[in-house]
């Protein structure tokens, strides 16, 4: 049996979410003094999935000017095809509706087919294309949108 844990990141795992950065994202990766920065004095939640006390993946999220957004979302390959970033957008999107943010927001590299289908199979619909967005590798990136409550536009007082 497989005991998996969603947790918060601490600064301890900072480090070792800078490698994995580095492992997957080579010259697009977030530093780690980024990172430390950001998880310090930033407003973004930093959340992490572990199996069997194993940090197995990790998204970071929160709110981006007025619109609630998910920044960076990893899985280490050896626990890939676990469901577990289903389980990491599971999170963001419910901490989204705790917020009440009327929508939730990503970006997917046009070539990363099998983030695209998750988001896709959850409801996230395309809204543009960002141009050579991620650098250095100018590849192109899909904006993607998920609605979270339905719009109710407002009745004029009578």
């Not at 407003?43 to 199996?51: D, H, K, L, Q």
């Not at 280490?76 to 009440?100: I, M, N, Q, S, Y």
């Not at 990363?112 to 960002?130: H, K």
Request: glycine share 8%.
């Amino acid at each position: 049996m497989t005991d998996e844990r969603i947790r918060d990141l601490v600064e301890a795992d900072l480090p070792w979410m800078a490698q994995v950065e580095r492992d997957l994202f080579a010259n697009a990766a977030w530093s780690e003094a980024l990172i430390r920065e950001d998880w310090r004095y930033g407003t973004c939640r930093y959340r992490a999935v572990e199996i069997d006390g194993s940090l197995a993946g990790y998204a970071v999220y929160g709110y981006d000017g007025d619109a609630f957004h998910l920044m960076n979302l990893a899985i280490v390959p050896d626990f890939r095809g676990r469901g577990l970033a289903k389980v990491l957008v599971g999170e963001f999107l419910d901490e989204a509706a705790r917020h009440k943010a009327p929508d939730a927001w990503l970006e997917v590299a046009v070539n990363n087919e099998a983030a695209l289908g998750l988001y896709e199979a959850l409801g996230f619909e395309i809204v543009r294309t960002r141009r050579k967005y991620y650098q250095p590798g100018g590849i192109d990136a899909l904006v993607m949108r998920k609605e979270l409550r339905p719009y109710v536009p407002e009745t004029p007082n009578a």
